[in-house]
């Protein structure tokens, strides 16, 4: 049983060692020492950096990461001015913290766990840091163990803020995904655009003397659309509707189609259901254009004496003016078997007279600049 005068020397013993170690917190609080002090098993200060180099300090000072170095328990015992910022906290209350208090309560094990394992050689773990004020920051903390006399072990972290870097990463991903969704948008309009052509060439089969028809007057179209400034999407959309123009034509008899001779009144008008027709096959299928509604328009004239509903003017979609004076041209330029060839400059006479009445204006003009100007030619 010890006396009481060893008693006595413990408590002073130990109470000088509380003191110590208060006072070493507080200069390293203070940044008043580069000293980090620890206690070993036999309770002896056995780390120190108080004799470290100055330049040693201001690297961490002047680090764009926070850094830190911990004891075993997760105590902090030196902390950089920007792990401060990061938990926007007082540097002297964050030196004499624990490093638990800064990761959200999920992560706190996980911390704990990669702490207590060791740290054999530089390693990284992915937490979610923890501000004074409550925000939430993504990070990674770079830790390597150092080891004192043997003794302990004192961590050196460095925490990177992943904030920007998780947002390119998002950003990265919501772009791949919008190409993936674009990619396999266009295979979809590739794959609407083959079938609806298909359909055009089975229509074209039918009648030897219109085959290649609605593909040259997706030529001519596209090249008015070119010639009026048209953007390149507009342009696309006209040569696609221009392309599958007749499409309707597949329910017309293909005697009618390859009558020779003038059409009577009824055959007529069951050929200008075409155009209904058409717009019937085309309407269910979503494209970005209004590919059917032109179709349907593609007879109708600027005066109103077109079929089938007698639109004029403004009433007409720029597309199907331009696919009706396409038409116009191609139709009157090549053979038909109720007609000889009538050929292109009769073709151009009809756009030239009826401009502005039949034909839109702008038009007109852009296509017979085509012809008389930029040699265009269907071949």
């Known amino acids: 049983m010890k006396s009481q005068k060893e008693l006595v020397s413990e408590i002073a013993d130990l109470r000088s060692q509380l003191q110590d170690a208060q006072a070493t917190l507080e200069a390293i609080r203070e940044g008043a020492v580069d000293a980090l002090v620890v206690s070993g098993k036999s309770g002896e200060k056995i780390f120190t950096l108080a004799n470290a180099d100055r330049p040693y300090r201001l690297l961490l000072e002047e680090m764009s990461e926070g850094a830190l170095t911990i004891d075993v328990g997760g105590m902090i015992l030196f902390s950089n001015q920007r792990f401060a910022e990061m938990v926007k906290s007082p540097l002297n209350s964050v030196v004499g913290g624990s490093i638990y208090d800064w990761v959200i309560l999920e992560h706190r094990e996980r911390l704990q766990f990669f702490l207590k394992e060791g740290i054999p050689e530089k390693r990284?773990?992915?937490l979610v840091l923890l501000a004074k004020d409550g925000l939430q920051s993504p990070i990674y903390i770079s830790a390597?163990?150092?080891?004192?006399?043997?003794?302990a072990d004192i961590y050196c972290l460095v925490i990177t803020d992943l904030t920007e870097e998780k947002q390119i990463e998002e950003m990265?991903?919501?772009?791949?995904?919008?190409?993936?969704?674009?990619?396999?948008?266009?295979?979809?309009e590739q794959s609407l655009e083959e079938s609806i052509k298909s359909i055009a060439n089975t229509v074209e089969s039918r009648d030897e003397y219109t085959a290649g028809h609605m593909k040259r007057v997706g030529l001519l179209a596209s090249a008015i659309a070119r010639e009026l400034g048209l953007s390149a999407d507009q342009i696309h959309g006209i040569e696609l509707a221009s392309t599958i123009h007749d499409v309707g034509k597949i329910s017309i008899p293909v005697e009618i189609l390859t009558k020779p001779g003038k059409l009577s009144k009824i055959e007529f008008m069951l050929v200008q259901t075409h155009v209904e027709a058409?717009?019937?096959?085309?309407?269910?299928?979503?494209?970005?254009?209004?590919?059917?509604?032109?179709?349907?328009?593609?007879?109708?004239?600027?005066?109103?004496?077109?079929?089938?509903?007698?639109?004029?003017?403004?009433?007409?979609?720029?597309?199907?003016r331009i696919i009706a004076i396409a038409d116009v041209i191609e139709s009157m330029s090549t053979h038909r078997p109720y007609r000889f060839v009538l050929g292109i400059d009769a073709a151009l006479d009809e756009v030239k007279q009826h401009r502005g009445t039949l034909y839109d204006s702008l038009a007109a003009d852009a296509c017979l600049k085509l012809f008389a100007e930029k040699r265009f030619s269907f071949t």
């Open 172 to 188: 990265v991903a919501e772009k791949k995904t919008a190409l993936a969704a674009l990619k396999a948008s266009n295979e979809l």
């Open 144 to 151: 390597n163990k150092l080891n004192v006399g043997g003794v």
């Open 278 to 320: 058409g717009y019937d096959i085309i309407k269910n299928i979503q494209f970005p254009w209004p590919i059917a509604e032109m179709i349907y328009q593609h007879h109708e004239r600027m005066d109103g004496s077109g079929y089938p509903r007698g639109l004029k003017g403004d009433e007409i979609l720029p597309g199907s």
């Open 124 to 126: 990284r773990i992915e």
